[in-house]
């Protein structure tokens, strides 16, 4: 069963459903097409087009029936199935004229009846497993349309062949960029193309700039980015590249212009510096890097590199980590690494020396060292004809430690200069004028790029970005500081105590990790030590506190302030010592230093991502 319409010539999914839910099955439906749908069972989990059940199903009335927007995919753990639907939506914006949704709420519909056959251990694991799914229901920035394919970019989509867009969605996309492609395989299997959404995890921001005052038509602006699901985490827990070249926080980014049917895009990627590293948490504020020696790390930065040659083009590598430091000896190693690398420049900034906190406009340092590079490469744009006019001939990677606010601020402000030359190209602006020039243009453009960098920041951190200030304003606001002090505690708290259960959730739901009735996650949690020496400090210091008022009444008071005193030092110093053991930590999936170790090099072969 195919399923789907076509629309002018492009596929389209079905858009609205409707589930029935019976003791024994779920029916879903399309809402315009009644004949399209298909059964999954409640008892295994097996699925069948809607027509083999079409007369069992008409001598019965389903015990509820609900509205749903999509079909996420099925999942498999311990105990069976489960189908995830979309159950809430709402419309963000359109990109290239089609209608953008991003997920409000999923729900999970249990598909097996054996938990009750199950052992005691499986019934725990399993218990776990379904805490991981809930935490997936909170899943930042999934988006997805109805009408076309979210994952390639306008200059892809401009070279593809004819009869492309009249495809399956899932068949157009990108695997690089769909978050549910594991969750996939069984409808794949079935043929319910019209039901196979992919989902997109990152984010689309839009708005029309309508008072540029020598222009009547209206010019939108678009930024449209595309997370990479292949080494997919949060911020602590994955950092830097795995064995095969993927790296930590990547994020394909394009800004698209359009006015009065011209379309330009320019494309910037951001991703962790592709080394084999990781900075564990152990309660400290900014825990220590640790470089991994291994002798594939150079084949590891030469695959990555070479993936995004065969992508984009030539690659300007615009590394804003500090100098000094662990920063620096990090910086250092990337730089020693793609000195003879073909097909890229690496270009060190520290934007931290140079721009500090608060001076934006010290970027053009940055973009006077590549201007000319920038001019090379260029950007896309087609004619209202659909006639390729310009193309883009290469690409910026930027990155800081965490790819998150200096990565930000720095691709604003190329994308400013960018935008410029385009509206140029397209004569909205003469060749003096400049966005920066139109203050309400200018103020609606940087606000955008904040969002994006919120955005972008609570997909990966968990807290909105910081130096967001600078983007929004070009320099550090006193409310600014303050915010970005709270999502700094946030930072700390969620990468500390909570982003081991948020990185099982992701490695889970994009198949890094694969559920099997022999294997149980891994139980370095099975006791926390956090609750027991909060405790301790806390009543240490609350007793010492309480004996030093009453200590000057006599000696043995004093010697009783003296040894809490003491107890709640010795507590501190334990938990310093040993600060790993109270952190959040990943149960599901190794650390890149422990896949190095067991990781013969022998078996690690090149690979070059097609599409």
């Not at 809430?88 to 004229?97: D, F, T």
């Not at 930042?140 to 009408?147: A, K, Q, T, V, W």
């Amino acid at each position: 069963m195919d399923g789907g319409s076509s629309s002018g010539g492009n596929f389209k999914l079905y858009e609205q459903l409707e589930l029935q839910e019976f003791p024994d099955k779920f029916v879903i439906k399309s809402v315009e097409a009644p004949d399209q749908g298909f059964v999954i069972g409640r008892r295994d989990g097996a699925i069948e087009p809607l027509n083999d059940y079409e007369a069992d199903s008409s001598s019965s009335n389903p015990s509820k029936t609900s509205t749903i927007y999509g079909v996420v995919g099925t999942i498999r753990l311990l105990a069976g199935n489960y189908l995830i639907v979309i159950t809430s939506r709402i419309e963000v914006g359109k990109y290239l004229g089609f209608p953008v949704y991003r997920v409000t709420s999923m729900n999970f519909l249990s598909c097996n009846q054996v938990l009750n056959l199950s052992t005691a251990q499986e019934k725990k694991d399993e218990a776990y497993f379904m805490a991981l799914l809930k935490t997936v229901q909170s899943t930042p920035g999934l988006y997805f349309s109805y009408e076309t394919d979210l994952t390639l970019n306008k200059q892809r989509r401009s070279k593809l062949i004819g009869g492309w867009m009249a495809k399956p969605i899932w068949k157009q996309a990108d695997p690089r960029f769909v978050w549910n492609k594991n969750l996939l395989d069984e409808l794949i299997e079935y043929k319910l193309d019209g039901f196979i959404i992919p989902l997109l995890q990152g984010n689309i921001l839009n708005f029309q700039v309508t008072q540029l005052k020598f222009k009547d038509s209206p010019v939108t602006l678009t930024i449209f980015s595309r997370r990479c699901t292949r080494r997919l985490g949060t911020r602590m827990w994955r950092r830097g590249a795995n064995l095969e070249g993927d790296v930590a926080n990547f994020i394909e980014t394009e800004q698209l212009v359009e006015f009065e049917g011209f379309k330009s895009s320019l494309l910037q990627i951001r991703g962790s510096i592709p080394l084999l590293w990781e900075q564990i948490v152990d309660l400290s504020y900014k825990p220590r890097l640790k470089i991994i020696d291994h002798e594939q790390t150079s084949n590891v930065v030469e695959r990555h590199f070479h993936d995004l040659f065969q992508r984009y083009g030539e690659t300007i590598a615009v590394d804003l980590t500090d100098k000094h430091g662990d920063e620096g000896q990090l910086s250092k190693a990337y730089a020693n690494e793609t000195q003879n690398l073909p097909n890229m420049r690496y270009v060190p900034f520290d934007f931290h020396h140079i721009c500090g906190n608060s001076n934006f406009e010290n970027l053009k340092v940055l973009y006077e060292q590549l201007s000319e590079l920038l001019k090379k490469q260029g950007y896309f744009l087609v004619d209202a004809e659909g006639n390729i006019l310009e193309e883009q001939k290469g690409i910026v990677r930027s990155n800081c430690i965490d790819c998150l606010d200096r990565t930000n601020v720095t691709q604003s402000y190329l994308a400013q200069k960018c935008l410029d030359a385009q509206l140029q190209r397209m004569g909205v602006l003469d060749s003096t004028e400049s966005i920066s020039m139109f203050d309400e243009e200018y103020q609606k453009f940087r606000t955008l790029w904040a969002e994006h960098g919120d955005e972008v920041s609570l997909e990966y951190a968990g807290t909105y970005a910081l130096k967001g200030d600078l983007v929004r304003y070009g320099k550090q606001t006193f409310g600014g500081m303050i915010k970005d002090g709270m999502s700094a505690l946030s930072r700390y708290y969620l990468n500390n105590f909570q982003d081991g259960i948020r990185q099982d959730a992701a490695d889970l739901i994009s198949g890094h990790y694969m559920v099997r009735r022999d294997g149980s996650p891994r139980q370095m949690e099975s006791f926390s030590y956090l609750p027991v020496a909060s405790a301790l400090l806390i009543g240490g210091l609350t007793v010492t506190s309480f004996t030093l008022q009453q200590a000057g009444r006599n000696a043995h008071q004093f010697m009783t302030s003296v040894l809490w005193a003491g107890v709640t030092a010795g507590v501190a110093a334990v938990v310093k010592a040993n600060g790993r053991q109270f952190c959040s930590r990943p149960r599901l999936c190794r650390l890149v230093e422990e896949e190095a170790a067991a990781t013969s090099s022998s078996l690690v072969q090149p690979r070059w991502h097609g599409l």
